[in-house]
């Protein structure tokens, strides 16, 4: 995530107030360009935020839908062994009506373990669900990350020019960058 100091912005204002006032149309031009490449980098850094945030909550919801799944699995076994002890139970039993009771007993054990079964495995589809959105915010905020960084140095170019008393190129290259930047970040949702 990139990290900015809160007064980063107000920075760049006074360099661009300072410029403006010179009286330079030039310079005036590079400090609605810092204004506007300032409020931009603003805006996806937010944005950068909100990805990373919704990255790590689907990451850890994923986690809770795994140890539910884990649960209901166990729950399964353990229905599962109950209903091959009494088919076991069943088969070596003479009397036909303990016989009988065995065998009911062991399809009702044999019910709650597909339920179970049922219940885990869409439990896993859950998680698996979670994990693909995971993924999904963590590459959008890669991309928002490199499409900030490169509006913070197009600020900063496009500063040299204010410093350089208004040498175009910085200020074309400035330009660039943060076309480059905002581009970027619109391919994050792409």
Do not use: C
């Amino acid at each position: 995530m990139t990290e900015t100091s809160p007064t980063e912005h107000m920075e760049h204002a006074e360099h661009a107030e300072h410029a403006a006032h010179s009286g330079d149309p030039v310079l005036a031009k590079v400090s609605v360009t810092i204004a506007v490449l300032a409020v931009i980098a603003a805006t996806i850094g937010s944005f950068e935020t909100v990805e990373s945030g919704k990255a790590i909550t689907d990451k850890n919801e994923s986690v809770l839908l795994q140890n539910q799944a884990t649960d209901s699995w166990g729950y399964f076994q353990g229905q599962s062994i109950k209903k091959n002890m009494y088919d076991l139970a069943a088969a070596g039993q003479a009397d036909k009506t303990i016989q009988s009771d065995y065998t009911t007993k062991a399809r009702g054990y044999e019910d709650q373990s597909n339920e179970a079964r049922t219940h885990a495995e869409a439990l896993e589809k859950d998680r698996d669900a979670k994990l693909e959105d995971s993924n999904r915010h963590e590459s959008r905020h890669h991309l928002l990350t490199a499409a900030v960084t490169l509006l913070h140095v197009s600020i900063a170019i496009a500063t040299i020019s204010i410093i350089m008393r208004g040498q175009r190129w910085p200020w074309y290259g400035a330009m660039g960058l943060g076309t480059i930047g905002t581009i970027m970040a619109a391919f994050a949702y792409a």
